[in-house]
């Protein structure tokens, strides 16, 4: 299995849409080989269309407020006494994360194919406020599948969803969290996809949505390559990228403009929710090694048992509470160009406490998973080692878990 | 292909009748129990598809999620499944049965393991719902070379090209899906227009028989009669859900559910 160079990651899958030959696909029940063979129609044509793209980069830039910051956290790399450590404060975008790219490219493709509704998953809330936000903005009619257990953790997100006009449907079934919304947003595809779009919220999915998806974060990477040329003058000559991993969606938009250089010069580091550190669920499929199964239309790395059946997965970050990881983190892992490791719920608590003591940013549980992880290989690295950390949620929906945990209060 | 799915079809239509087909999830609600139920079902059904249960499906509304979940708390596994089947055979051995699910009970428990197993327990078709053509063209071979059927999904959003391969490439069964929806919905389309896209089908290939399911129910039956093939599921795990909440026996009552659809289409 081998990365080719010069060609966008997302395109480098085979006629069915598989990467490294067993990633992805496009395991769909009949009703769906339409809808998504539009949908691929429509992107792939759009995405080469210089009129939009630049109505994209219009939108991202007035409304959604690129660039993003990228800053050198002063305090936090004098108080690990490493290298130098920065971050790209992707929190910065309107709705407070990345989650809002992928929202907006799928509604102005919903326009475009002339679709009134949008209907979309989400965990931790912000896939769903960013849809619903969008949705708002296009003037689209929003649905949003959310599990049980999830509304009841990430209350300001459901709030912030309802008063953009969403109508939330809560989801029962199985563990009510992520896994099952995502099922049930699709199940509802199936039954409505002549009047209504589908935004997958992550990496995930069939292989169009892990496309989509990813062609939209990468707007992270773009902007920071600049960045860095601008505050550098080059791309350094060490550079560590972190990056919390649930579906994958971010991470890949932080990584994705990188991805020709040399591992050497430029690395890149995925770190997965551990779960508690008593409890042996999880939600990292790369660093346990699990095995290869489906999910949602793909094959992926997954949490399963022998039989297949999808197990439940346990961490404090909704975001992350996923048992499957993108088709594409799949084949960077096994092409060897990211490195995957896990952080459990109390390193990104512990992660969460130092930065927002030494910084004036706030990381949200997943980031702080990120940072967890950066912040001790850190220590180790020599001090011309540039440490750059997507900081890509903003920690205001975790408040209650975060006053309950550490009696913070924000 | 001649087996006892196309011989259940020829008796039906010497009969100028659809073939009945059921679908219950093995191990629902009990191993025993789902037996029991497929034995009361025969004497009733024409072909009967039993669910293997995964908990992620993607394709399936309520009522067959409650079946399969009540299946897997039960602690099913695929290989349970095969014996249920090979004990049904035992008493029922010309009664044709189809297995159905989702691929990654396949891909775990191993295509080629798995589809000699459904050899060795005399299982005549596959469904699996989440393998489209032509992303099923080299399990559909597999099946064939073991005389199994793999069963085609058509729906209404099928294009007419993928229509005309999906049929040249098919084995002697096709499955219609009647309306956009997740299994169990409420039939939104009139049986009338159903009927319509059937017959495209059927003018296409009129010897492959081509089955019809999604919102079938003692309501709606009658009025898709002409088909080859209409399948009940979802009503009947509602039938198995609601016997179990109010005490009774499910194994009685979905054999007089679908004595009752039978008598229907007569």
């Not at chain 1, 994209?56 to 004098?78: H, M, Y």
């Not at chain 1, 939209?216 to 060490?238: A, M, V």
């Not at chain 2, 989440?130 to 959003?157: G, Y």
Request: charged share 25%.
């Amino acid at each position: 299995m081998k990365l080719k160079k010069k060609i966008s990651v997302i395109d480098q899958h085979d006629k069915f849409g598989f990467w490294g030959g067993k990633f992805g696909g496009n395991f769909v029940p009949e009703t769906l080989k339409k809808p998504i063979n539009d949908l691929e129609l429509l992107f792939n044509k759009l995405k080469k269309d210089r009129k939009f793209i630049s109505e994209r980069d219009r939108f991202f830039k007035n409304w959604v407020g690129a660039p993003t910051r990228f800053i050198k956290l002063n305090n936090l790399t004098e108080h690990v006494g490493g290298a130098e450590i920065w971050s790209k404060v992707v929190s910065d975008a309107n709705g407070g994360a990345h989650k809002i790219y992928n929202a907006t490219v799928h509604c102005l493709l919903a326009k475009k194919s002339g679709k009134r509704i949008i209907c979309g998953d989400t965990g931790a809330g912000y896939a769903g406020k960013m849809l619903s936000m969008a949705a708002k903005k296009f003037g689209l009619k929003c649905k949003i599948f959310m599990g049980a257990k999830d509304i009841k953790r990430q209350q300001p997100n459901v709030k912030a969803i309802k008063g953009n006009g969403a109508e939330i449907i809560p989801v029962y079934s199985g563990s009510q969290t992520l896994v099952d919304a995502v099922s049930e947003c699709m199940r509802f595809w199936v039954a409505n996809c002549d009047t209504t779009a589908m935004c997958v919220g992550s990496t995930v999915g069939p292989n169009i949505f892990v496309k989509i998806c990813g062609w939209s974060t990468s707007q992270i990477s773009r902007e920071l390559k600049i960045q860095i040329l601008d505050e550098f003058g080059k791309i350094p000559k060490r550079l560590k990228l972190y990056n919390c991993v649930g579906g994958g969606s971010s991470s890949f938009g932080f990584w994705n403009e990188f991805m020709d250089y040399d591992k050497k010069q430029v690395e890149f580091i995925g770190v997965e929710a551990g779960g508690p550190s008593k409890s042996k669920k999880h939600a990292a499929p790369l660093t346990y090694g699990s095995k290869i199964g489906i999910l949602h239309g793909a094959a992926q790395y997954v949490n399963q048992n022998s039989e297949g059946q999808i197990e439940e997965t346990e961490s404090i970050s909704a975001g992350l509470d996923y048992p499957g990881v993108s088709p594409l983190h799949c084949f960077l892992k096994d092409t060897k160009r990211a490195r995957y490791t896990a952080a459990s719920d109390e390193d990104a608590l512990k992660a969460f406490k130092i930065v927002s003591k030494c910084e004036s940013i706030r990381p949200s549980l997943e980031p702080s998973h990120a940072f967890s992880v950066a912040i001790s290989e850190a220590k180790k690295l020599s001090k011309n080692t540039i440490v750059i950390v997507n900081s890509c949620g903003d920690a205001y929906k975790d408040r209650k878990i975060l006053k309950k945990k550490l009696g913070l209060k924000l | 292909m001649i087996n006892a799915i196309s011989k259940a079809f020829n008796l039906a239509k010497k009969e100028s009748r659809p073939a009945l087909l059921t679908y219950t999830v093995a191990g629902d609600n009990t191993k025993k129990n789902s037996l029991k139920i497929l034995k009361a079902i025969s004497k009733y059904a024409d072909i009967c598809e039993v669910g293997f249960p995964h908990n992620t499906p993607i394709a399936d509304g309520g009522q067959i999620q409650t079946s399969s979940f009540r299946a897997i708390k039960n602690g099913v596994k695929t290989k349970d499944v095969f014996k249920i089947v090979k004990d049904f055979k035992l008493s029922e051995f010309s009664k044709p049965v189809i297995l159905m699910g989702y691929f990654n009970m396949v891909l775990q428990y191993g295509q080629n393991k798995f589809l000699n197993d459904c050899k060795k327990n005399k299982i005549d078709g596959l469904i699996i719902v989440d393998l489209p053509w032509p992303e099923n063209k080299k399990f559909a071979n597999k099946c064939k070379k073991r005389s199994i059927s793999f069963v085609q999904l058509i729906s209404p959003t099928t294009s007419k090209n993928r229509l005309n391969a999906i049929i040249k490439e098919s084995h002697n069964t096709i499955y219609y899906i009647s309306m956009l929806s997740t299994t169990g919905g409420k039939l939104k389309v009139s049986p009338k227009k159903i009927i319509l896209n059937y017959k495209k089908i059927k003018r296409i290939n009129p010897k492959k028989n081509c089955v019809i399911g999604f919102g079938i129910t003692e309501k709606t039956i009658s009025k898709l009669k002409s088909a080859d093939g209409l399948v009940v599921g979802s009503a009947i795990c509602k039938e198995i859900t609601s016997s179990l909440n109010k005490g009774q026996n499910p194994v009685t009552k979905v054999g007089n559910m679908v004595k009752k659809l039978k008598n229907k289409i007569l």
